[in-house]
């Protein structure tokens, strides 16, 4: 099967090129610069007509929409997708659905805030009041549904839903309360970022890795040394 990803950084096709990653298939990627609105040029608009990141093409034909990429690749992971027929498919289908339908056009709505209100700062204060509550609200469900210990989504086994879940968590870093402040989400995204996969997304991407980050890694490679060269002497 021949596979190419149209992505922007860090966009919603962040999670089809983690999955594709992590599936270790061969693809070709497209970088689509979103920040010189590449997605609304003649030559994407052939590709996709809605102007929007992401699109796969499979064999020659386009499909898009983010949580239905991810559902029409799980078809090739038994890995990545739970046995049809049993009750934690029928949960990754609740659970990707529920994404589709709340988080996504939430998030929409909270970036193209300053956009839908023309500049008048007021007009998105309320705009986004209105949308911030129903984002905080899918993440106290999150939290309640990881409250039992599990370490992924549907349980303790890395699932497709998952790349959707942390690539929709991540989304919040810089609101007023990020997903990280609930704690059960807070090991959770920690534990699905410290895969390799999701390092590997994020250098392709060439998404920015928080100056904090950076300085903590310096600090460990800082000490690391310093035990080598204790341990030399
Ligand atoms: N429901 C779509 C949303 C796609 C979408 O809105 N993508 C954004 C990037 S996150 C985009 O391409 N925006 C560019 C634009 O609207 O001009 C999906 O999940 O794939």
Partial sequence: ???????????????????????????????????????????????NPQGKVPALELDGNVYTESVAL?????????????????????????????????LLPAFREWFYAPVESGGNKEK????????????????????????????????????????VGTMLMRWSRNMPKPATQWPNINKYVHRMRSMPSFIEVYKREEIKVKLLIKLKMITHLFHFKMEIKKYDK
Wanted: charged fraction near 25%; proline fraction near 2%.
């Fill in 70 to 102: 991810v559902m029409l690749l799980s078809e090739h992971s038994e890995r990545l997708k739970p046995a049809v027929g049993t009750d934690e498919h029928a949960r990754w289908t609740e659970l990707l659905i529920y994404f589709a339908n709340s």
């Fill in 1 to 47: 099967m021949k596979i190419k990803l149209y992505y922007g950084s860090g966009a919603a096709s962040l999670c089809v090129h983690w999955m594709l990653i992590e599936m270790g298939i061969d693809f070709e990627a497209v970088k689509i610069d979103l920040s010189n609105n590449e997605q609304k040029g003649e030559a994407y608009l052939k590709i």
């Fill in 124 to 163: 998105e204060t309320f705009l986004k009041d209105l949308v911030r509550p129903r984002i905080e609200a899918v993440y106290d469900r999150i939290e309640a549904l990881l409250a039992d210990g599990r370490t992924h989504l549907l349980g303790n086994q890395l699932r497709s839903v998952d790349f």
